[in-house]
């Protein structure tokens, strides 16, 4: 008996280590779609995520990105150190307007990718020389990040008979 309360008490510590990083807030990207990668026949399969994430401070900007998803019992469960690989595409869907000023590689989203200590990132910045928004995806970790990246640029343009801002207007 004392084997079993020792099991469920280990348990229930478990779930309120994992259900932190389960919860979802308002500003969280959209699922589109999961491919899987590696099936496995007893534990569940390792995936490629897509997802759509519209910009917090720039309206008219949606980014997709895509991140792998660790199979397994222990990817299942959230114990596993999510790849650092991801790629990612931004472009105008609409006519650009800026809620508000940003600093050169502010985080536009980030999302956890391993229990404690690693964590994507998207950052946005400006080429105001060239009116255009950079956008930079990346891991970092506690003691040492990941090199692997991706980058992708978004030219502001008029929508319509509407101008085209100047991204160098909101730099702080």
């Not at 990105?65 to 472009?91: D, M, N, Q």
């Not at 600093?103 to 994507?120: E, H, I, L, P, T």
């Amino acid at each position: 008996m004392r084997l079993y309360a020792k099991l469920v008490a280990l348990a229930v510590a478990g779930c309120a280590v994992i259900a932190p990083l389960a919860a979802q807030e308002a500003d969280d990207p959209e699922l589109i779609f999961k491919k899987t990668t590696v099936w496995r026949m007893l534990s569940p399969d390792a995936k490629l995520a897509t997802y759509a994430l519209d910009d917090p401070l720039v309206e008219g900007v949606a980014c997709h990105f895509t991140v792998p998803e660790i199979g397994g019992w222990t990817g299942w469960a959230g114990f596993a150190e999510e790849r650092s690989e991801a790629s990612l595409s931004c472009k105008q869907i609409g006519p650009i307007t800026f809620k508000g000023k940003f600093a050169q590689g502010d985080d536009v989203y980030r999302m956890r990718r391993s229990m404690f200590f690693k964590k994507f990132h998207i950052s946005r910045g400006c080429d105001a020389k060239r009116n255009v928004l950079v956008y930079l995806s990346y891991t970092d970790k506690l003691i040492e990040g990941s090199p692997q990246n991706s980058t992708t640029t978004v030219a502001v343009m008029p929508w319509g008979s509407l101008p085209a801002p100047k991204c160098g207007d909101f730099l702080e």
